[in-house]
């Protein structure tokens, strides 16, 4: 009895698990729990019998000076342990760099007799031939009974599982970033190459030498025990993988899978992966794409805010915000005030024709409105928009909004419109008119939000619903006067528009052209800043405000929705904070949030509330 491969994990596996699990924790889901169990469960029992093999065979042995003593299957339990531990911790790094994914946009629709379709077929058939040919050889060395027959051994096991994973997911294999399958890979192989190396230098396990082939990657480590941790985290990796595979399909494809349980059972995800790729919703899919790069580009706090969410509620709201933010843009670029007015028409006549009345047939029946009215909404964005904007209409999930919100978007565009070189104050005359366009722009948003959040979670009585919808609202104003007090410099440059109410700038002794002005100039004076300074104070203390009055409900959301909503507010309040720093540039116009600060400020929001 010894202690010395206990050390080991005392020293080398559960360290490394202890961050892990306090950098994730925050960002564990039911679902993570249930594919790090499974994950677990597949490595544990695929990996014992093999093992046993081993020990049983002499290939390889633990002194009993350096375990325990307990044993399953002849196998020490610090062995079995390591099994645990390592899919455990490759898991979990898996995890945490794969969490900014939204799986959906790396499926591919693999159209039959086309040039893709075939590049797939191709790449799908060379990566099992790799497979086989590692199977084959395996064999050939096991055969042999030489020193190969570890390597062989290695071969024989790892081969078969990695053909299959490949098989089922060579998709996302392919088209995941690196930082979700390459990375998670290389580097718990680097770690264990270096833990197992000492371990042979110290006697804690012994590969014999008539079973292996005595070359070394490095000194002290065995070309053999280098391709076998090589291999498990492949395989560990692989399962991730495809364990996510299906679940974007099941996510992904509602035609297929109308409704997906929390948690899916192995049989539904082995169903999900054999759904043929020709089948899959290419214009769906594209729609994601668009809607994740339009984000990505144009809104980095939502973008990140949007990675806490799970399943169909973060394509929804993906969607939603980028549908949002399209038609702002078309409205934005528009080259005259008369384009702009015409994207507005367009836009209040497809979300019209997305929501056209029930209507009864001569013989009584009812035609639903979604069946009757998605040809002519679909046919309208066609021959209306640009092409990088239908297929976001089209997905738009209006079954699952109100319309109201959505028009009252369309009106606020309008307050927009109202902006002219002669008219820089536009229809902000008072501090209501600036809540009314905050309301517009911003509260319907956020009602919009919240209502994906309750139909997606259900359960909410009608009179909390209401009350968390309108605390939602006042919080979307919240963030407008964020978001016009970060642009004050680039709305008076860019779009010669002042949001500030006249009684506010005449405090200051400025009229709506002398403030435009003097943001125009470029290099403002003293006291010209320290005007700015005030008047920007004062809305941020309008933001605070509502901030204050509306963050409370957000504890009141379901669960599921709870931290991932406070993620979102909390990344853009931190743009307020920006903006209050004392030394802020303010004549820089647009306050920038670090990377590393939003993912701080993100991670610390999922722990709990935000003390202000």
Not at 548 to 565: F, H, N, Q, T
Request: with cysteine; charged share 20%.
């Amino acid at each position: 009895m010894g202690y010395d491969y206990a050390l080991v994990h005392l020293t080398y596996t559960l360290p490394p698990a202890a961050l892990l699990t306090l950098l994730y924790a925050p960002l564990c889901t039911k679902l993570d729990l249930y594919e790090i169990g499974f994950l677990i469960t597949i490595a544990v029992t695929s990996t014992i019998p093999w093992d046993s093999y081993l020990i049983r065979t002499n290939i390889w042995s633990y002194p009993p000076s350096v375990v325990l003593g307990p044993k399953i299957f002849d196998i020490p339990i610090e062995e079995v342990f390591f099994f645990v531990i390592q899919t455990f911790n490759t898991t979990l790094l898996y995890l945490i760099l794969s969490k900014p994914v939204l799986h959906s946009v790396h499926l591919f629709k693999e159209a039959k007799g086309t040039r893709e379709g075939q590049k797939w077929k191709y790449i799908k058939l060379m990566g099992q031939l790799a497979f086989a040919l590692t199977f084959k050889k395996g064999i050939d060395y096991v055969r042999a009974e030489g020193k190969q027959t570890y390597l062989g051994l290695i071969f024989v096991w790892a081969a078969p599982f990695l053909w299959m994973l490949w098989s089922l997911a060579y998709q996302f294999l392919v088209r995941l970033p690196l930082t979700s399958t390459l990375v998670p890979i290389v580097v718990p192989t680097l770690y264990l190459w270096v833990v197992d190396t000492l371990a042979l230098k110290r006697g804690t396990w012994v590969i014999e030498s008539g079973t292996k082939t005595g070359i070394t990657l490095w000194p002290g480590l065995e070309i053999e025990e280098a391709v076998f941790f090589l291999f498990t985290n492949c395989l560990i990796v692989f399962g991730l993988v495809a364990f996510d595979n299906a679940v974007a399909v099941l996510n992904t494809f509602p035609a297929h899978f109308p409704s997906v349980p929390t948690l899916p059972s192995p049989a539904l995800l082995v169903r999900a992966l054999l759904v043929p790729a020709s089948t899959y919703d290419g214009d769906g899919i594209v729609a994601l794409q668009q809607s994740v790069q339009r984000l990505k580009a144009k809104s980095r706090s939502f973008y990140l805010a949007s990675s806490t969410f799970q399943g169909r509620l973060r394509i929804d709201l993906t969607i939603l915000y980028s549908f949002c933010r399209l038609a702002d843009d078309l409205i934005d670029n528009a080259k005259d005030a008369a384009e702009a007015k015409q994207w507005v028409s367009k836009l209040k006549t497809f979300v019209d024709l997305s929501y056209s009345e029930d209507e009864k047939k001569p013989d009584g029946s009812l035609v639903k409105a979604n069946d009757k009215n998605q040809g002519q909404a679909t046919l309208f964005a066609v021959r209306n928009f640009p092409d990088d904007v239908v297929l976001t209409l089209l997905l738009l999930p209006t079954q699952r909004l109100d319309k109201e919100p959505l028009c009252e978007l369309l009106k606020g565009f309008e307050m927009d419109l109202a902006f002219t070189q002669s008219n820089l104050s536009g229809p902000i005359k008072t501090e209501s008119d600036l809540d009314t366009y905050g309301a517009r722009v911003a509260g319907t948003v956020a009602l919009l939000c919240i209502q994906l959040v309750m139909y997606h979670y259900p359960g909410t009585s009608e009179v909390k619903a209401k009350r968390l919808m309108a605390s939602g609202h006042d919080m979307g104003i919240a963030l407008q006067y964020t978001n016009i007090a970060r642009d004050l410099a680039v709305d008076a440059t860019e779009s010669k528009r002042c949001y500030v109410p006249p009684g506010w700038l005449k405090k200051e002794k400025l009229t709506p052209e002398s403030f435009v002005n003097g943001l125009k100039s470029g290099t403002p004076d003293e006291f010209f800043l320290k005007k700015l300074g005030a008047i920007r104070g004062r809305l941020l203390e309008r933001s605070f405000g509502l901030y204050d009055k509306s963050r409370g409900a957000i504890e009141e959301l379901p669960r599921e929705a709870r931290a991932p909503m406070r993620v979102a507010v909390e990344s853009y309040m931190q743009i307020a904070r920006e903006l209050r720093r004392p030394g802020f540039m303010a004549q820089a116009g647009r306050a920038t949030v670090p990377k590393w600060k939003r993912i701080w400020v993100g991670w610390r929001a999922l722990l709990g509330p935000v003390k202000r």
